[in-house]
């Protein structure tokens, strides 16, 4: 008997495709205040998550919730604009369902953009972090539960999660135009409170540069299945215990749309060089 997760997979897969027959190179993930990106998008198709059968809905602001197929640098392109948080009350296996999804149209690399709080005090909001590796030790791990073997592996080895050759890509492209990009280490912890100051003590003591509450999940999975993975988190401010000001969601999209013009050159030519 099939995997009832990955029926659902099947039937969202079959559900899209009755829409388009789209086939993406590139999965990209905006994350919270980075949805105008998509307006560079060549755009050959929209998909409203709730068009799609048992697909989970956005329901964040600053998150759409729709998928934008098209191109993008001449490289086709999946957008999914706004994600599917854990905290929104959906099963994990429901926020990893996006990634899965895109992957099984065709997207063999991931592109994972978030806004995050900054523990390391060399950034400041608006600061970008290329994401080299992660702490996931906060939040469930997607995996858990029978395996879907026809995903992957049972036991899936993490220790080059973040294709280096896709990083020294963004790494080019952040020389190339003047954008200072900081590298570092991005913890998801569950949400939706934002971190207590003694929880970025101890995250920064066990390594992390940065904190949120989502794309580490969508790695995980993403691994599992085999795809090339990077990340580009958007400091949105500094976390708790770290600034004078109480954190808010909606400084988290002010520093996103101010960052815009930056990230989305970054993104644009970074994808361009990938495809």
Known sequence: MSDPRYE???????????????KP?????????????????????????????GFPVSTVPGHAGEFIFGRLGGVNIVCMKGRVHYYEGYDISDVVLPARLMHMMGAGILFLTN???????????????LITDHISSFA?????????????????????????????????????????LHEGVYAQLTGPSFESPAE????????????????????????????????????????AGLSPNKLTHEEVQQAANEAAPRFTRLITESIKRMG
């Open 200 to 239: 970025i003590r101890m995250l920064g003591r066990l390594g992390a540069d940065a904190v949120g509450m989502s794309t580490v999940v969508e790695a995980i999975a993403a691994n599992h299945m085999g795809m090339r993975i990077c990340g580009i988190s958007c400091v949105a401010n500094l976390a």
């Open 8 to 22: 659902k997979l099947l039937k969202c897969c079959e559900c899209i495709r009755k829409i388009t027959d789209f």
């Open 140 to 180: 469930p791990n997607p995996l858990i539960g029978p395996n879907i073997e026809e995903l992957g592996t049972r036991f899936p080895d993490m220790s080059n999660v973040y294709d280096q050759e896709l990083n020294d890509i963004i790494r080019s492209v952040a020389r190339d135009n003047d954008i200072e």
């Open 25 to 53: 190179e590139v999965a990209l993930v905006l994350g919270s205040g980075l949805g105008n990106f998509a307006d560079n998008i060549e755009v050959e198709s929209k998909v409203p998550y709730s068009d799609i059968e």
């Open 115 to 129: 806004a995050s709080g900054g523990i390391n005090t060399e950034m400041h909001a608006g600061s970008f972090m």
